[in-house]
């Protein structure tokens, strides 16, 4: 019998991979096709559910724009120009951060990134040395990118110019806010945890083109205080717990579902729970 079955589980491999091999070479080349023999790969054991989970990272990423994943610019972590490096050495110690963007006279006016190893140097100085030091000439250029840009040609221009840091500009020329190298490996392997992360990040943000990004855990409450919704606040605790009800399961990466008039699309998921949603359209506030 265990013969019987090892020829059924190899008939099956093959079998996928002949589909897997006909869908890569077929034209034209459909990604939800793609995904689905992935998927199938991992029913039949051949590939693991962190492998799909980074490969469908890699397929989203070129769908999601900088708008999706930057750090808006009332949070970014900021050095003024004019300010001595003993003013402003505790503000990088604290957040954790190893680049700073630095402004002139507004946060708009960027004058280039520090970085905190520049100022060892300094620091190991002796004080008669450090009255010489002019910050201007320890920055490094500034790279400025519209929102718009998509993950997948960002992260390339990361590899190809050996940076980790840009900021975002708006429509208008202003700082929209800024993205790292880490914001875009995230999409395809999760979030990298460090002891400097926090959880102060706002659960909702709103994108000038409209979209908002969503965390599933966004309470209840707050979700209807903030787009005037009515969800039920007693039958779940956070936004999340409406939106996998909707679908009636536990959504992917990439689904869409509307649900009290708006178009939600995960954008981060595994197999336990979904992390982050972008609601596409607000039509309505009737739940």
């Keep these: 019998m265990s013969g019987d079955n090892n020829i059924t589980t190899g008939a099956g491999y093959r079998t996928w991979l002949e589909k897997l091999t006909q869908a890569l070479v077929g034209e ?62 505790r503000t990088i110690i604290e957040s954790g951060h190893s ?6 006279d507004s946060r708009d006016d960027i004058e280039g990134i520090l970085l905190a190893k520049d100022l060892l140097f300094y620091f190991a100085q002796t004080r008669k040395s450090r009255e010489k030091f002019n910050l201007k000439d320890s920055i490094r250029p500034a790279v400025f990118i519209p929102e718009s840009k998509r993950l997948n040609v960002l992260l390339r221009d990361f590899r190809s110019m050996r940076n980790h840091m840009a900021l975002v500009a708006d429509e208008y020329g202003g700082v929209a806010g800024l993205v790292t190298i880490e914001d875009v490996i995230e999409q ?100």
């Design 28 to 89: 034209p080349m459909d990604r939800e096709k793609l995904v689905e023999q992935l998927r199938d790969a991992e029913q039949l054991n051949i590939l693991d559910a962190e492998a799909l989970s980074m490969i469908e990272g890699v397929l989203q990423v070129s769908d999601l724009q900088v708008r999706d994943v930057m750090i808006p610019r009332a949070q970014m972590v900021v050095i003024e120009a004019l300010k001595a490096p003993e003013d402003f050495v």
């Design 99 to 104: 680049r700073f963007p630095v402004i002139g």
């Design 188 to 287: 395809i392997v999760g979030e990298i945890d460090d002891e400097h992360d926090t959880e102060d990040a706002p659960f909702i943000r709103h994108h000038p083109n409209g979209e908002y990004t969503v965390k599933a855990i966004t309470p209840t409450e707050e979700f209807n205080e903030y787009f005037k919704t009515n969800h039920n606040e007693d039958e779940f605790d956070t936004v999340g717990g409406h939106v996998i009800k909707a679908f009636g399961y536990l959504p992917k990466r990439g689904e869409m579902h509307e649900l009290g008039g708006m178009n939600f699309k995960i954008i981060r998921a595994d197999k336990r729970r979904v992390h982050l949603l972008r609601i596409i359209g607000h039509t309505t506030t009737d739940v």
